[in-house]
């Protein structure tokens, strides 16, 4: 009986959830990464550059980039922006400033089109999540094109954080919206979400689990005399809901329980910061930033951005993808410097340039960047590295390949190699999600019929 009314709500978000897993296949949820906006910058003004101000020269930095902001070269580090120009800090990006911006990254991504009028978004449905935190508010702006395109500005920092337009956001509400339980008045409250997802999970493998057990208490073998072939005793509805169930029910029950272990519930797979990055790359101070700004101004580098790379202790700078050292001179990272680099991480079992995927470092819906150099450490932690800049690119810790092999591989089923993507992968993907969502609807069908006896029953009694 529990069974049964559980399933009837607990049903019908499941059947949510399997069917937006068939759009998931197709539609991925909107983002911009680090090299799509570094290819909507414009080429750097060098013309202004480089000026400290009255920043602290002596502040230490792990990691900052040279760009253009709407004509002016500025330093981004640890959450900050350093107009070059001037040497003041940006506390604010203004509308036309952000248009500029806009019109760039628009132009070198083909959308067609000019800008409207800024709109300033503080939230909305696609910068709900806790990632948009550092660039709130923004400067969205709709462009004129058949697509309805929306990039959004930082107006805080000036950075591209969010493009979308109409056929994304319309397949987005079919696709990841509904099955994350993404709605932006649930997911704005980061925590209430949390708890949501995780004891909707934790309900629906009841229901899963439960499931398949009266449905292996209830299946019977066909009878040796022959006489009697059938699998089930039921009829009708009931039969295929209870042949459909047992047939998809493992497979559903992974989903489920994988689905619960993606939000790491109660920190059990919550991994441990690692120094041994830090001990790999160093440290280098802003004024030593601003200096090699400087130097590749004088020595006339173009690019669209300059990006620090310290390895071993020493500043290095990459320029659009080729490594400069400090005083901008070209520095090609040598695989010996490389391997000498990737010592100061640890005892290693095995280290090496890598130009085939692995189990842990490898590409589902995009491609991933190779050659790779690899370490894994005596401990067992792996390190993917850049074989140009030396930045760690992936580390792969305990925590992390437990997330790898209770979550992605179960719930993705990309731990076959050769059948991980690809058309092949993605038709037996829909085929096994209509097999789980045919045996959750024929339950949620004849709940709910249950439901309209019972009651039409307890009305006529009084």
Request: positive net charge; charged residues 20%.
């Amino acid at each position: 009986m529990t069974h049964r009314w559980v399933g009837i709500v607990m049903g019908l978000l499941m059947l949510l959830w399997f069917l937006s897993g068939v759009v998931m296949l197709f539609v991925r949820w909107p983002e911009v990464t680090a090299q799509e906006r570094a290819a909507g910058l414009p080429p750097i003004a060098w013309s202004q550059c480089c000026t400290l101000g009255e920043a602290q020269p002596a502040q230490e930095l792990r990691h900052a980039t040279v760009e253009d902001l709407a004509g002016r070269p500025v330093l981004r580090f640890d959450g900050g922006v350093l107009d070059l120009s001037t040497g003041a800090p940006v506390e604010r990006v203004t509308a036309d400033e952000a248009a500029a911006v806009a019109r760039a990254y628009a132009a070198a991504h083909g959308i067609a089109g000019t800008p409207g009028a800024a709109a300033a978004v503080t939230r909305d449905q696609w910068t709900v999540t806790g990632y948009f935190n550092a660039r709130r508010p923004f400067h969205r702006f709709r462009f004129d094109d058949p697509r309805a395109t929306d990039v959004y500005v930082s107006a805080r920092t000036g950075v591209v954080a969010q493009v979308t337009d109409r056929p994304t956001r319309i397949l987005n509400w079919l696709g990841p919206i509904p099955h994350w339980l993404y709605p932006e008045i649930l997911r704005a409250n980061t925590p209430l979400w949390s708890q949501v997802v995780i004891w909707t999970s934790i309900v629906g493998t009841f229901l899963t689990v439960t499931g398949l057990y009266l449905g292996v208490v209830a299946w019977r073998p066909p009878s040796r005399s022959g006489r009697d072939r059938r699998l089930t005793p039921y009829r009708g509805w009931m039969a295929w809901h209870h042949l459909t169930g047992l047939a998809a029910g493992v497979l559903t029950l992974t989903w489920v329980a994988s689905g619960l272990v993606s939000m790491n519930p109660w920190g059990f797979l919550e991994g441990s910061p690692d120094s041994r990055v830090e001990a790999l790359t160093g440290s280098f101070t802003l004024g030593e930033a601003v200096q090699a700004a400087a130097a590749a101004q004088a020595a006339g580098v173009s690019a669209r951005q300059i990006e620090t790379a310290p390895l071993a202790g020493r500043l290095h700078l990459m320029a659009d993808g080729v490594r400069l050292d400090a005083q901008a001179r070209p520095t090609p990272l040598a695989a010996p410097e490389l391997a000498a680099a990737a010592a100061r991480l640890g005892p290693a079992t095995s280290g090496g340039l890598m130009t085939r995927e692995d189990t842990y470092y490898f590409g589902h819906h995009t491609p991933v960047v190779l050659p790779v150099y690899r370490v894994i450490l005596d401990d067992g932690v792996r390190f993917y590295l850049d074989p140009a800049s030396g930045h760690v690119i992936r580390r792969i810790d305990g925590a992390r390949r437990g997330y790898r092999w209770l979550f992605e591989a179960p719930h993705r089923l990309d731990f076959i190699r050769g059948f991980d993507r690809g058309p092949a992968w993605t038709a037996a993907m829909v085929v096994l999600l209509l097999a789980a969502t045919t045996g959750v609807a024929t339950g949620v069908w004849l709940g709910w019929r249950r439901l309209q006896a019972d009651m039409g029953r307890l009305l006529r009694r009084r």
